[in-house]
């Protein structure tokens, strides 16, 4: 039976009429009251959280023939992903008045969009569109500005973007040659010749990990942090990954279950990898947006952890879920303490800010200790149920690497942290309040989130919709 | 809200208040710190005359924190961790008071040890192994800060190496954590409930790997050799309120594990592996005897002499291990005389610190060739170094003969050629304390400022109570032990007999 029912699709049909409103207003408002449009952007947002928080206790269904489910992990994401554009949203005081402001959220809007597409997409050809989605406003956004560097990092990232997303057509093209089918439920890939499964599946989650910014394709993520508007960097550093991850784990968890490729090694190893090279390459970054750029490639080395034992550990689906919640919180932090300070741009120039700003330095101090996973914040809640999960799917040697590794990551945080609340008063430099308060808010909602995560751990409880 | 609750969080609302109130002059910050530390202090020894520890956990509470897990906030206390929650309470007391005259950025300095007092309570009340981590980790967050801020010229490379060293340890700590979770059946992070379950009962190699994670997290705290190398440079380079808690209190989080955590949860490992342990402790005693004696920097010394002392307590525990099942009276000795050496520990070398401080505040240096003959000048200074040098070498008469007396005749059945050598760490700390006594106190007068002037109040009303204590634990310690044993007793009676 054919499910068709629109009103399964509320929070996306919200982002999509709302993404095309915007383009049209933004044609005919004047500059001044272009805001109308960052107005209705949140407005969608909320309204897309609150649908789908009301709908949370409803039962699992798969619409559209099959192709979307919706699930416990499509209403994380959806509730993940449209918080942290709201954020993202707050952030963008920065571009309100330019000319082409309704632009920038229109784009905003549509990239949230293809990322909650991959996460409920439960059909190849849906993935596809999904990846392309979330990637080519990106692009745009990327090189929102107009600069040189942002122009530079905006042809890095398309270049790499479309490379892999043919290699991903490719790798669906194959699964659908081998498997007779796209749909993960019809999908037969357990009688396939494993070779072909294999060759495909690595072609399809070499989009994915672009999408994750995942060693081997990360190499987008420091420049486009460091070239793009820092608001754009928070965004492309923090929402394409809940959806990617989260059709990840679908992907291998669903369709790939029973096939004979061992998935989880493969996904072991990219953990192992993306979590060591973004650490060593995070070590002596002078610049604080390509060190944050570097420590979102390690934080999802821990994703991937959780991924990687899929199916094989009760606690696999919530620590992700919790994990995903988590960084985002805290990475948004981060860099709404960056977005504050539009003037700092090397560790050096933070150097004596806590006679200055003294509240914006805790918000530093608290977001980067929670990315380390410091307790009580979110991010170690994530991390110890990540953790728990890996160990009980029998992945030692990854928690283990995964221990050493916060361990490692300590101590480029603290090159941040330490210029910060040591030295003498820099001058005043100028700061964006209404970010800088952000910084607080998400601080302590950070902070918060780790003692209340016994509330939030159980509604991520569940499982794939098969 | 529960009392013992209050107790704990008390000192870190303060903090938030300090923090919340930025015109309130330093004098005001001062004054609400002691204040505050003074009615957390009483209010534990409230708590300890209301219900003496006996059998069983005191003012226990049990919420639900992370129920997907198991984990609760679970608090309450016994016979181990009461004496423990009283040092803290108390050594952050003589701290708020020594720091009477600090002038560096006076309401950070006592927002961070507000903070750091709710961390270290918290710690020792803990029954929860994921509230226990959480304290375990802020403790070093704090402890850090404390370095780093205020530390001496080099604190800002000593202090991230601790922070690494010991945030390494913690990570190790938290695998065995979440291993012992895994093990039990059903999952739980409850450590009364996990004690209940035994859960690594003949599970081999699984076991000895959450030992060796257990075991390597404890070990790096405490800090036992070869795991110490962060502990000279830390101390040598942090203020001296903050040495006094790294030493009293910080470090006892390490051993405490072990007799709350480690000894109760997996005894069968524990005891196939307790020799491991008796030689690390052994070897710590011995090298962190010998290395204080060839010290010339007074501070360094006294750190290694922590090194030497917290090597008895990981020396009773593993020997309470091999000690036949038969002799629970020698096991249960070594366990109370290992919990005795915690807290006599904090008391007599939290002094140290402190007078290492008043030296610091008046020399600038803790280069023992630079001074001589003080016992004329600071007759006070003199006079209170003296006794708690005797105190440290386990002089009858003061609380460390009474710890180490007890821990020398309980290990001595179980691990005799260990136990044996140990004594040999008193001979060594007694040749290099006399030596210290002789160098600085007496001889002809050296100073580095030239005049070296006596302690004054603060430093005064601080170290005194301390040592008194010392000396009073020394005289009378049946309260103290009445306090111990029964606790001491639960654990030993897991090992049977």
């Not at chain 1, 985002?328 to 006679?355: H, K, M, Q, W």
């Not at chain 2, 808690?245 to 470090?251: P, R, W």
């Amino acid at each position: 039976m054919m499910n068709e029912n629109p009103a399964a699709l509320l929070p996306e049909i919200f982002l999509a009429l709302v993404a095309v409103l915007g383009l049209l207003l933004g044609s005919y408002l004047p500059r001044h009251r272009q805001w109308l449009v960052r107005v209705l952007s949140a407005v969608a947002c909320v309204a897309g959280i609150a649908v789908t928080v009301t709908m949370w206790s409803g039962m699992d269904q798969a619409v559209f023939g099959e192709s979307y489910v919706i699930d416990v992990a499509t209403n994380a994401t959806r509730v993940i992903v449209l918080l942290a554009t709201l954020i993202v949203t707050a952030l963008a005081g920065e571009v309100t008045g330019w000319a082409r402001e309704a632009e920038f959220h229109v784009l905003v809007l549509l990239a949230a969009l293809g990322t909650v597409v991959l996460a409920g997409a439960a059909d190849l050809m849906l993935l596809a569109a999904g990846y392309l989605l979330a990637s080519i406003p990106l692009y745009a956004l990327a090189g929102f500005a107009k600069d040189k560097a942002g122009t530079e990092a905006a042809l890095k990232f398309y270049l790499l973007g479309a490379l892999l997303g043919v290699v991903t057509l490719i790798g669906v093209t194959l699964l659908f040659g081998v498997g007779g089918a796209t749909g993960y439920t019809e999908l037969r890939l357990d009688e396939a010749p494993p070779a072909a499964v294999a060759v495909g599946t690595v072609a399809v989650l070499a989009g994915l990990l672009f999408k994750i910014g995942a060693v081997p394709a990360h190499f987008w993520v420091p420049d486009v942090t460091e070239g793009a508007r820092p608001v754009v960097a928070a965004f492309v550093t923090t929402v394409p990954k809940i959806g990617a991850v989260v059709a990840t784990y679908r992907l291998v968890a669903v369709p790939l279950r029973d096939a004979g490729v061992d998935w989880s090694l493969l996904i072991a190893v990219i953990a192992a990898a993306t979590m060591t090279l973004g650490n060593l390459a995070a070590f002596f970054q002078d610049n604080v947006r390509r060190l944050l750029a570097y420590s979102t490639i390690s934080q999802v080395g821990y994703l991937l952890m959780a991924v990687a034992v899929a199916g094989r550990a009760d606690l696999a689906l919530p620590s992700v879920l919790l994990y995903l919640a988590a960084y985002s919180i805290t990475n948004l932090g981060a860099f709404a303490v960056v977005c504050a300070l539009p003037s700092a741009v090397t560790l050096e120039d933070y150097r004596g800010l806590v006679r200055e700003r003294p509240w914006l330095v805790v918000s530093l101090v608290v977001c980067l200790l929670g990315l380390v996973g410091t307790p009580p914040t979110a991010v170690f809640a994530g991390k110890l149920t990540v953790f728990t999960a890996a160990l009980d799917g029998g992945l030692l040697w990854l928690v283990v690497l995964g221990a050493v590794n916060t361990v490692a990551s300590l101590f480029y945080y603290l090159r941040w942290v330490v210029p910060a609340v040591r030295g003498e008063a820099a001058d005043a430099s100028d700061i964006r309040t209404s970010a800088a308060r952000m910084a607080y808010l998400l601080a302590a909602a950070s902070l918060a989130g780790g003692v209340l995560s016994g509330v939030v751990l159980p509604m991520f409880d569940g499982t794939l919709l098969q | 809200m529960n009392v013992l609750s209050i107790v704990v969080f008390l000192p870190v609302a303060a903090a938030v208040a300090l923090l919340l109130f930025p015109r309130m002059s330093d004098s005001a910050v001062r004054w609400t710190w002691i204040t505050v530390t003074a009615v957390d202090f009483l209010l534990v020894l409230g708590l300890w005359i209301a219900s003496p520890p006996g059998d069983g956990f005191a003012y226990e509470v049990d919420l639900r924190w992370i129920p997907s897990v198991d984990s609760g906030y679970h608090i309450g206390v016994d016979g181990l961790s009461m004496p423990l929650v009283a040092l803290t309470a108390g050594l952050f007391l003589a701290c708020a008071v020594y720091s009477a005259r600090e002038t560096r950025r006076v309401r950070s300095f006592a927002a961070l040890f507000l903070f750091l007092q709710t961390v270290c309570l918290g710690l020792f009340v803990s029954l929860d192994l994921i509230l226990f981590f959480v304290f375990f980790d802020l403790s070093i967050v704090g402890m850090y800060f404390v370095i780093a801020g205020w530390g001496h010229r080099d604190a800002a490379r000593a202090a991230l190496q601790f922070f690494l060293y010991t945030f390494l340890g913690s990570l190790a700590l938290l695998l065995g954590f979440i291993g012992l979770y895994l093990a039990a059946a059903p999952h739980t992070f409850d450590i009364v409930e996990l004690t209940r379950q035994n859960p690594l009962a003949g599970k081999g190699v699984t076991g000895a790997l959450i030992l060796l994670a257990l075991g390597v997290g404890l070990a790096i705290k405490t800090p036992t050799v070869p795991f110490h190398t962060w502990l000279p440079p830390a101390h040598t380079e942090a203020p001296a309120a903050g040495s006094a808690i790294l030493a009293g209190v910080l470090l006892k989080m390490g051993t405490y594990g072990f007799v709350r955590i480690v000894m109760p949860v997996l005894p069968g490992v524990w005891r196939q592996y307790a020799l491991v342990f008796v030689i690390v402790g052994v070897v710590s005693v011995i090298y962190g005897a010998l290395v204080a004696l060839a010290q010339r920097d007074f501070k360094r010394m006294i750190a290694y002499t922590s090194v030497n002392h917290m090597g008895y307590v990981v020396l009773a525990v593993g020997a309470a291990g091999l000690v036949a099942s038969s002799e629970s009276q020698a096991r249960h000795l070594a366990i109370t005389g290992a919990v005795t050496q915690m807290v006599s520990h904090g008391l007599i070398t939290g002094a140290l610190f402190l007078l290492a401080g008043a030296m610091w505040d008046r020399g600038g240096t803790y280069d023992m060739d630079s001074y001589g003959g003080l016992a004329a000048q600071a007759p006070r200074f003199a006079g209170l170094t003296g006794l708690a040098a005797f105190a440290s070498l386990g002089l009858p008469g003061f609380s460390g003969f009474i710890a180490e007396f007890q821990i020398f005749t309980g290990s001595l059945g179980g691990a005799p050629v260990a136990t044996a050598l140990a004594f040999l760490g008193i001979l060594i700390t007694a040749a290099l304390f006399l030596r210290v006594l002789q160098q600085v106190l007496l001889g002809s007068q050296r100073s580095p400022s030239g005049k070296f002037g006596d302690l004054t109040w603060p430093e005064a009303a601080s170290i005194v109570p301390l040592i008194a204590l010392s000396v009073l634990i020394g005289l009378f310690p049946r309260p103290l032990l009445d306090a111990i044993e029964p606790a001491a007793r639960t654990v030993s009676a897991i090992f049977g007999g």
